[in-house]
């Protein structure tokens, strides 16, 4: 145990009960303690393994490489469509956790295995990803051509970032206007966050 992490279980409310479960399932599996995010990462020697975290309606295990995983209790949930690499098991009270604390080991020790072999999540190509109408119609437009050539000279991830933050909102006027309101940070080369 880290003394640096045990703040966070001490001020949890909700979730005490279930996160202190965990985190003797999960150090039983010999891994490092640390506070990363603000929330208990666990690692296997530099590698992040698992992590604690708990939301409004459920608390979980999320493995970093989880995709990686065999699943065979199809008990990995991939969060949202976006999410590559990790995978999450949910609780919803102590009991779950007892239960499965077996089977929640043998996934531990397999993704120690995946991080011992060095493998590694293959991430989408922004090709894969549908770029939003609303977008497409800027790189047609009369200054269109720069704008296409800035966002093609922009890393991979900035420019899944920014098709997944124009392509996050529902309405069509809404994407537009904020498509507008990044196209001088984008010919600046810029990304979202930059």
């Given amino acids: 145990m880290n003394p640096k992490v045990?703040?966070?279980?001490?001020?949890?409310?909700?979730?005490?009960n279930e996160f202190e479960k965990l985190r003797m399932i999960v150090l039983d599996c010999g891994l490092t303690e640390e506070l990363k995010?603000?929330?208990?990462c666990y690692a296997f020697e530099k590698g992040n393994i698992v992590l604690i975290h708990g939301f409004k309606d459920y608390c979980a295990l999320?493995?970093?490489?989880?995709?990686?995983l065999k699943d065979a209790r199809g008990i990995l949930i991939q969060q949202t469509k976006n999410v590559q690499?990790?995978?999450?098991?949910?609780?919803?009270h102590v009991g779950e956790i007892s239960k499965?604390?077996?089977?929640?080991?043998?996934?531990?020790?397999?993704?120690?295995?995946?991080?011992?072999?060095?493998?590694k999540v293959p991430a989408k190509k922004t090709s894969e990803f549908t770029?939003?109408?609303?977008?497409?119609k800027k790189f047609s437009a009369k200054d269109g051509r720069?704008?296409?050539?800035?966002?093609?000279?922009?890393?991979?991830?900035?420019?899944?970032?920014?098709i997944l933050?124009?392509?996050?909102?529902k309405q069509s006027k809404t994407r537009e206007s904020r498509v507008e309101k990044y196209v001088q940070q984008i010919l600046k080369k810029k990304g979202l966050n930059d």
């Avoid at 995010?37 to 208990?40: L, S, T, V």
């Avoid at 690499?85 to 919803?92: H, M, N």
């Avoid at 720069?146 to 920014?162: D, M, N, V």
């Fill in 6 to 16: 045990d703040f966070y279980f001490s001020k949890a409310t909700k979730w005490k």
């Fill in 37 to 40: 995010w603000g929330h208990p």
């Fill in 62 to 68: 999320l493995f970093f490489k989880g995709a990686l």
């Fill in 85 to 92: 690499a990790a995978r999450q098991v949910r609780f919803t």
């Fill in 100 to 119: 499965m604390e077996k089977i929640l080991k043998a996934y531990i020790h397999q993704a120690i295995e995946v991080e011992e072999a060095g493998l």
């Fill in 131 to 136: 770029i939003p109408e609303e977008f497409q």
């Fill in 146 to 162: 720069a704008l296409k050539t800035a966002f093609e000279a922009l890393t991979p991830g900035r420019q899944r970032a920014y």
């Fill in 165 to 169: 933050y124009f392509s996050a909102l």
